[in-house]
């Protein structure tokens, strides 16, 4: 579905990621870990439109994207929900779902949409006339969830949605992200929180100092001896 | 003991009549900037030129100035985006231009505009006059200009629409969504460069819909813009960068302590007084206006 192949990305002349290929196939749950300053979010960015590609090429549903403007990306079916959220605060709750279904197919079904968000997350239907800036950052992450679903992804891509959540927010927003993987939309997931993440993705991808170190299913990276000692403390 | 009382009414709402189409004015410069982040200092000039072609429409063809801003408003919307898209937008893609750089470009856009204009219409001052410029309505014993309480109803009706506009549409929502973030917008698929050329056009026309309620009451010429400039970037600040309602309200503010500027200590300082609030604003309340409301 996605295919990544050798890119290399820069910020100006200080170069981030180098030669990093990955897929994602049509269904799939992948995880892209690593530690700060790997470049995981450089890499989301970079497909997702906002920083342009130095080398190599990025593919979706066997179209070239790479060098498509932002929102062209997003009309293909690409959905990022950026790391710290990234709503748009002085906006109600509601207006930030509408935000998210401005094409044609996902306006047509908005009404519809909205609804299944509200009976997944009954918290943004209680607060729906609330300006975002105002919820809790778990009710904001899952408003941001609720965004990115409402224009129909048919590839989501998450970006820490853990970040600054209380652990046992953090399970639920999990519970919530393997739903929606479970109703059929592909997701490719950002994370620092290792261990959760490895044990509910199917395939994981391991970034250092921008490049793949290593890849594999979730439980053959959990018992990757390196990764227990860099990641796991073990 | 009368007489002050019916001057303190007279003064009161004159000045927030006027304050209504200074709004206007301002409303347009803050939503550029919050699109932009930049204070569009060519904007008083955007204000100039929309003058003039309501003028021009009013002398050479016999418009109404209240009709021919229906014309200058659409002129002034493709000029703004034509300026954003050909002159500003080339600086935003150069990442090295800060910025508080390409409010510089705006500076050099205000002087061809103005230096423009004063090569086909010289530095002559020069009015509209209709057949109401000079009437007056009552309100007991005060006595009100007509182009004010028109002005005033126009300018509060475009507010109003322009509300309508932003809360309502997902045009006016993407406009709102890109102030607030931009990456996030283009992340939901919302065209910024687009976004942001609309934006332009929307606060030149604006600005064009001020300037032209007000041709009934100013003398035209060329660097009457300086002086639009200067009040909407008081009423800015006074708003809140990039509020709507602060702006709104900020104009209504600007337009009641000229007015009383003018009647209590002299004509001739009356836009001192806009300028003493700009400094007192900065010193003690400088988030705005919208600081005020917010939690």
């Known amino acids: 579905m996605l295919r990544v192949t050798n890119i290399d990305v820069a910020y100006k002349d200080v170069q981030v990621l180098w030669d990093i290929s990955f897929e994602v196939n049509q269904g799939e749950f992948v995880a892209l870990l690593g530690a700060n300053g790997a470049g995981k979010t450089t890499t989301l960015n970079a497909i997702s439109g906002l920083l342009k590609v130095k080398k190599g090429a990025i593919e979706f549903l066997g179209k070239d994207i790479t060098q498509l403007p932002g929102y062209k990306i997003a009309e293909l079916g690409i959905i990022h929900v950026p790391e710290g959220r990234r709503l748009f605060p002085e906006m109600t709750v509601r207006e930030n779902l509408e935000m998210g279904s401005l094409f044609p197919e996902a306006k047509a079904k908005r009404k519809e949409t909205m609804?299944?968000?509200?009976?997944?997350?009954?918290?943004?239907?209680?607060?729906?006339?609330?300006?975002?800036?105002?919820?809790?950052?778990?009710?904001?992450?899952?408003?941001?969830?609720?965004?990115?679903?409402?224009?129909?992804?048919?590839?989501?891509?998450?970006?820490?949605?853990?970040?600054?959540?209380?652990?046992?927010?953090?399970?639920?927003?999990?519970?919530?992200?393997?739903?929606?993987?479970?109703?059929?939309?592909?997701?490719?997931?950002?994370?620092?929180?290792?261990?959760?993440?490895?044990?509910?993705?199917?395939?994981?991808?391991?970034?250092?100092?921008?490049?793949?170190?290593?890849?594999?299913?979730?439980?053959?990276?959990?018992?990757?001896?390196?990764?227990?000692?860099?990641?796991?403390?073990i | 003991?009368?007489?002050?009382?019916?001057?303190?009414?007279?003064?009161?709402?004159?000045?927030?009549?006027?304050?209504?189409?200074?709004?206007?004015?301002?409303?347009?410069?803050?939503?550029?900037?919050?699109?932009?982040?930049?204070?569009?200092?060519?904007?008083?000039?955007?204000?100039?030129?929309?003058m003039?072609?309501?003028?021009?429409?009013?002398?050479?063809?016999?418009?109404?100035?209240?009709?021919?801003?229906?014309?200058?408003?659409p002129v002034l919307f493709l000029l703004g985006c034509l300026i954003q898209k050909y002159m500003i937008n080339r600086l935003v893609e150069v990442d090295s231009i800060l910025p508080e750089n390409q409010v510089l470009l705006t500076v050099g856009i205000m002087l061809v505009l103005t230096e423009g204009i004063r090569l086909f219409f010289k530095s002559d001052y020069r009015s509209v006059v209709t057949s109401y410029s000079s009437n007056t309505v009552f309100l007991g014993d005060m006595s009100?200009?007509?182009?004010?309480?028109?002005?005033?109803?126009?300018?509060?009706?475009?507010?109003?629409?322009?509300?309508?506009?932003?809360?309502?549409?997902?045009?006016?929502?993407?406009?709102?969504?890109t102030s607030q973030d931009r990456d996030a917008a283009v992340f939901m698929g919302v065209n910024s460069s687009k976004i942001t050329m609309i934006t332009f056009g929307l606060g030149a026309a604006l600005a064009a819909a001020g300037g032209s309620l007000?041709?009934?009451?100013?003398?035209?010429?060329?660097?009457?813009?300086?002086?639009?400039?200067?009040?909407?970037?008081?009423?800015?600040?006074?708003?809140?960068?990039?509020?709507?309602?602060?702006?709104?309200?900020?104009?209504?503010?600007?337009?009641?302590?000229?007015?009383?500027?003018?009647?209590?200590?002299?004509?001739?300082?009356?836009?001192?007084?806009?300028?003493?609030?700009?400094?007192?604003?900065?010193?003690?309340?400088?988030?705005?206006?919208?600081?005020?409301?917010?939690?």
């Open chain 1, 115 to 233: 609804k299944k968000i509200f009976e997944q997350f009954p918290i943004l239907e209680e607060k729906q006339n609330k300006e975002a800036g105002t919820l809790s950052g778990g009710q904001q992450q899952m408003l941001a969830l609720g965004r990115g679903l409402m224009a129909l992804p048919k590839l989501l891509i998450l970006d820490e949605p853990s970040l600054g959540l209380a652990p046992v927010l953090v399970t639920q927003i999990f519970d919530n992200i393997k739903e929606i993987n479970n109703e059929g939309v592909t997701v490719l997931q950002v994370e620092q929180n290792v261990v959760q993440t490895l044990k509910m993705c199917h395939r994981a991808y391991v970034l250092e100092n921008g490049k793949i170190y290593t890849q594999g299913t979730g439980e053959e990276l959990l018992n990757d001896e390196h990764i227990k000692e860099a990641y796991l403390g």
């Open chain 2, 52 to 73: 003039y072609v309501t003028y021009i429409c009013s002398t050479n063809y016999g418009i109404d100035p209240y009709i021919g801003m229906f014309i200058a408003m």
């Open chain 2, 144 to 177: 009100i200009s007509v182009p004010l309480v028109i002005g005033f109803i126009i300018a509060m009706t475009f507010t109003f629409l322009l509300h309508m506009f932003l809360t309502k549409t997902d045009l006016g929502k993407s406009i709102r969504a």
């Open chain 2, 1 to 50: 003991m009368e007489d002050a009382w019916i001057k303190f009414g007279q003064t009161v709402i004159c000045g927030i009549l006027l304050g209504g189409m200074y709004s206007l004015i301002a409303i347009g410069m803050t939503l550029i900037m919050g699109v932009m982040k930049i204070i569009n200092l060519a904007h008083g000039a955007l204000v100039m030129v929309g």
């Open chain 2, 214 to 295: 007000l041709l009934p009451l100013f003398y035209l010429f060329p660097d009457v813009g300086h002086l639009f400039t200067a009040k909407s970037f008081i009423i800015t600040i006074l708003g809140g960068l990039g509020s709507t309602w602060g702006a709104a309200i900020g104009g209504l503010v600007i337009g009641l302590s000229e007015s009383l500027g003018a009647t209590y200590i002299s004509m001739g300082y009356k836009d001192v007084v806009g300028l003493v609030m700009f400094i007192l604003v900065l010193l003690f309340l400088p988030g705005g206006i919208r600081s005020l409301v917010k939690r």
